[in-house]
């Protein structure tokens, strides 16, 4: 069965300080897709990053990392200097190939960014 | 923006009721998924359509239904409201179950239930 555990429900950090987000995922199938996804505060779902269970490259994008380890079944994800903007709820997610593509979420990770 | 269009943004009615939610996919997406997001069950996946079968199907209650037409657009029917219904509801789109591309969702309808 599929699982994915977010187990800091809520984070606060100060202004340009570095935050990582956990996320470690449950999954029988060998070829998998690990998703961030960012709720702010006006409820949308952004899309942040997609991964495939071949592909263990970290990611930057400007302040964004994510770390992808099979070995440990993790995708952290981190914020570098945080910002206020970046107050908001994450989602790790994962889908399995060869299904029907839904996701599976986390319960998120409530991070809030002080000023 | 994200290209797929949900309303309404907000719902009001009161238990026993029934309501029509709609969702319109990014242009060339012919995949559409239903989400709920409440307190209690975090965000889960209700039920996915593609081209206008029904695809795959998650922790939707048979109160719930929904469909998707020729021109791709969803509707997710809710009946026999229940206070517990009370929720944010996400479609969201791609291309086809297996293209490989992320999901893009909309920005959700708001359901409370009186």
């Known amino acids: 069965a599929q699982k994915v555990t977010q187990a800091q429900t809520e984070i606060s950090v100060v202004e340009k300080e570095d935050v990582t987000l956990d996320c470690v995922y449950e999954?029988?199938?060998?070829?998998?897709?690990l998703f961030w996804y960012k709720q702010p505060p006006s409820g949308e779902l952004v899309f942040l990053i997609r991964?495939?269970?071949?592909?263990?490259q970290n990611e930057i994008s400007g302040r964004y990392s994510w770390n992808f380890q099979k070995s440990t079944s993790s995708f952290n994800f981190t914020i570098t200097a945080s910002q206020v903007v970046d107050s908001a709820v994450y989602f790790c997610?994962?889908?399995?190939?060869?299904?029907?593509?839904?996701?599976?979420f986390g319960t998120g990770t409530r991070l809030t960014v002080i000023p | 923006d994200s290209g797929v269009t949900q309303t309404p943004k907000h719902l009001i009615t009161a238990t026993g009721q029934r309501v029509t939610l709609r969702c319109s996919p990014r242009?060339?997406?012919?995949?559409v998924y239903w989400y709920q997001q409440s307190l209690d069950q975090g965000l889960q996946f209700l039920i996915q359509?593609?081209?206008?079968?029904?695809?795959a199907k998650g922790n939707i209650l048979e109160r719930f239904s929904a469909q998707q037409f020729p021109d791709l657009h969803s509707e997710l029917n809710l009946s026999s409201l229940e206070l517990g219904d009370s929720a944010l509801y996400f479609c969201?789109?791609?291309?086809?179950?297996?293209?490989?591309?992320?999901?893009?969702f909309g920005d959700g309808t708001r359901l409370s239930i009186l």
């Open positions: 997610a994962l889908s399995e190939a060869g299904g029907a593509n839904n996701l599976f």
């Open positions: 999954t029988r199938d060998t070829t998998y897709y």
């Open positions: 991964r495939n269970s071949f592909d263990e």
């Open positions: 242009s060339g997406d012919l995949s």
């Open positions: 359509y593609y081209n206008g079968e029904e695809r």
């Open positions: 969201a789109s791609d291309r086809a179950p297996d293209s490989n591309q992320p999901q893009h």
